[in-house]
């Protein structure tokens, strides 16, 4: 990723957790929380926001995730065409994670032989070591 997006990628962030800050701690500092319970609430909601926008947007540049997965037809066994991003029909799936739901869009594969459109899995996450893996199984 070049310098100029991860910038602003940074910029985004810093300014998404000021205003997560802010529902926390408001003007007076204490936001209308009074007990430890309402504190804690509020601490894992915010910081559990900005978990999923950090996974999201961290995703969404993975090089081998929704754009560039290869593949053979799940009918006929042939070679698979992946349009390029732009001009690739895209498909929204989403992802349970530890701190919620996220968003991953995923681009479409066109089979020439049977001229039908997939969305394939791709890379998944399996269980393991928490890091993402092919088909979702396991890497030792």
């Not at 962030?13 to 609430?41: C, I, P, W, Y």
């Not at 530890?98 to 001229?115: F, M, Q, S, T, V």
């Amino acid at each position: 990723m070049a310098t100029e997006p991860v910038a602003k990628k940074k910029a985004e962030f810093l300014d998404k957790a000021g205003q997560e800050f802010d529902r926390v701690f408001g003007e007076d500092g204490q936001n209308g929380l009074v007990t430890f319970t309402q504190r804690e609430e509020r601490v894992c909601q915010v910081t559990d926001e900005l978990a999923r926008w950090l996974l999201a947007e961290h995703l969404a540049l993975d090089p081998q995730g929704a754009n560039s997965v290869e593949g053979d037809c799940p009918l006929c066994g042939g070679p698979m065409r992946y349009e390029s991003a732009a001009q690739a029909q895209q498909e929204v799936r989403e992802l349970m994670t530890r701190r919620g739901k996220i968003e991953y869009r995923r681009a479409a594969a066109r089979c020439p032989r049977c001229r039908k459109i997939f969305f394939p899995p791709g890379r998944t996450a399996g269980p393991g070591h928490g890091r993402l893996q092919p088909g979702g199984a396991a890497e030792d």
